[in-house]
């Protein structure tokens, strides 16, 4: 197997093994992977794009002269974002990962994508966040009082993920130093659908996480998201539990390159 710089002869090939991949993540997650009607001609069209584009570098992986898999490295501020890595077999993760060579690099992967998981490991990738997804709405009344901060507030560092460059639209403090950041409402990429506008909250800190928490998804659910998409970093158990007990989801993982 070898790896190349995709050309737009490549482009049926391609579709046709990210249409595969969509497809396992909309069983993996039925809403947030929910497809819109016409999903497979709007990526295609989006992936003739990336191809021919300046500043995205779109590479195949060839076996035999067969595509068998493809990935694009994305410019986002201050990284890169691989995205639409698929491939028609597990044995050509290796040479694709391996291929890329744009830093600092970091992928997606949907948490019960086993296979995937493994060849990110074996490539020396190292897992440095996890995105949780639940409904915007908490189960219920959020308890105690938190205070809504202005922009002159000193906002905590946030974890690695892939939604570069999102404005802190929600800034939520607790009076004890905790403090939630959420982004603006956010419509879901052309062929998704999942219903709505979400919003990602990407930092949250404090003694009492589960309470900022919910104060800010009823916050996002009151302004009409309908879903929110939670970033953890890699090692917080106690987040995880947190986010697990509040109702939300382990849906997608994120890795960085070395």
Known sequence: MHARRAVPDDIGAIAALTRANRACLAEWSPRWWRQRPGADDLHAAWLAHLVTAEGPVARVVEDGGEVVAFS????????????????????AWPSLLAAVEERPALT????????????????????????????????????GA?????????????????????AAALVLGDGAGGIVVGSPSLPAPPIYDPGGTVA???RLTGDDRAR??????????????VLVAVVAASGDAELDDILGGAGLTRTVDVYAWP
Request: contains cysteine; proline residues 10%.
């Open 212 to 225: 900022l928490l919910a104060h800010a998804r009823a916050a996002i659910a009151a302004r009409g998201d």
């Open 146 to 166: 938190v205070e809504s901060l202005d922009g002159a507030a000193s906002l905590p560092a946030l974890p690695p993920h892939t939604f570069a460059g999102l």
């Open 72 to 91: 694009v490295a994305v410019p986002q501020p201050g990284q890169w974002f691989v995205d639409d890595a698929s491939v028609a077999e597990a044995g």
């Open 108 to 143: 997606c992967a949907a948490t019960r994508d086993v296979d995937r998981a493994a060849a990110c490991g074996d490539a020396g990738l190292s897992l440095v966040s996890s995105i949780w997804i639940g409904p915007a709405a908490p189960a219920g009344p959020p308890e």
């Open 200 to 202: 990602v909250v990407d």
